[in-house]
């Protein structure tokens, strides 16, 4: 059978199309930088008194904390099952499209998921509770490579076991086993070989991920483990310089550091609970050293991590395990803007201009303007769905939010019309 110009142009598209159907750039736990700014224009400033439209749930994907990551309307998202951390598929309509174990799940305290996953170029690469990754087909589902690394370069665990979402830069997939042998490794992610590994800290891995900061044209990558921030040479390894946090806020509960840096105009920002004070550390300009600009006790973010909108810092502090208050700080200064009690902390994450709220008590959502002056709700509504904790930080990808409470996934239309 002769085949036409035409006709063989269209078949290898198809083939092409069938290789990968997903787009190029990196997707990741909350958002672009993980900062978890979304930065998505037309949005929704105030919702209906029901809250917004709901477009879809579902019910029972395997328990978990972890956040979903979207890619093309496709939600990938991290739970545990029996012994094993499991990574399902989902369409834009809320079908399962595929369901995948991929590595050992954390075994004591507290064993849901929490590592979400980190998508690129049709890869998707993850983080298991007991240190095993592994790099998925995000089309279907098979593992193209897996590591016991955690195992392997004889890393540490905290309480709650490990929490990191692995940051993809070129061809290296980072990752931050801690222990006694290296603090962070670079693998290939192509396969899993090591590039290179960092000195020890002597340091349990923290409860976070790290990110990746440019400075004055040179790049690092900064993290937190139990008691240090530190930054990384991203080429070979080099731990830069690295700040101990612990002794410099409260030597007590030292191992419990679960939130993510920000960085901003040459700072550094970390809170953590317990009465760990939020710090901004000023680089210096060759990058190779830090000095505390400012410490504030107001703000000693539990794990529902913060946002910088403009020169501030929003989020909520630890009270006690139970109970938290919303604040708002001056990037600058580190002066406290508000201190406002509403319902409890919990995660936020934002759009770029409003502050989405979570309620980790009861599950209350807000929907707050982003302004210094006052925590101001416009609107909210309650989370319909799922058991336990709401700890799961929400996200927002092409006019939707996604909040995930245990087995539940909800999605909502949060687009003006």
Known sequence: MQISKNQSLTFIFGIFLSVNVFSQSVTEWRGIGRTGVYNEPGLL?????????????????????????????????????????????????GKQLWQ???????????????????????????????????????????????????????????????????????????????????????????????????????????????????????????????????????????????????????PENADINTNSPLFYNGGIFVSNGYNHCGVLLKLSDDGSSVTPAWANTDLDTHHGGYVRIGEYIYGSNWLNNGMGNWICLDWNTGKTMYNTEWNNKGPIISDGQMLYCQDEKKGNFALVKANPEKFEVTSSFKIPLGTGPYWAHPVISNGVLYVRHGMALMAYDIKQK
């Open 45 to 93: 400033t105030e919702w209906p008194a029901a809250g917004p439209q709901l477009l879809w749930s579902v019910a029972e994907i395997p328990t978990g904390y972890s956040s979903p990551v979207i890619v093309d309307g496709t939600v990938f998202i991290t739970g545990r099952k029996d012994t094993m951390d499991i990574l399902t598929a989902i369409d834009k309509a």
């Open 100 to 250: 995948i174990s991929y590595g050992r799940a954390w075994n004591e305290s507290f064993p849901e998921s929490r590592c979400a996953p980190t998508y690129e170029n049709g890869r998707l690469y993850l983080s298991s509770g007991l240190g095993d990754l592994a790099c998925v087909d995000a089309n279907d589902g098979k593992i193209l490579w897996s590591l016991r690394a955690s195992e392997k370069y004889e890393g540490g665990f905290g309480t709650w076991g490990i929490s990191e979402s692995p940051l993809i830069i070129d061809n290296k997939l980072i990752y931050s086993p801690g222990g006694n042998k290296t603090a962070m490794i670079a693998l290939d992610k192509s396969n899993g070989n090591l590039i290179w590994q960092s000195e020890s800290l002597n340091d349990r891995p923290a409860y976070t991920s790290p990110i990746l900061i440019t400075h004055n044209g040179q790049n690092q990558i900064i993290n937190v483990s139990e008691s240090y921030i530190y930054g990384v040479s991203p080429i070979d390894g080099k731990i830069i310089w690295k700040f101990d946090y612990m002794h410099y806020t409260n």
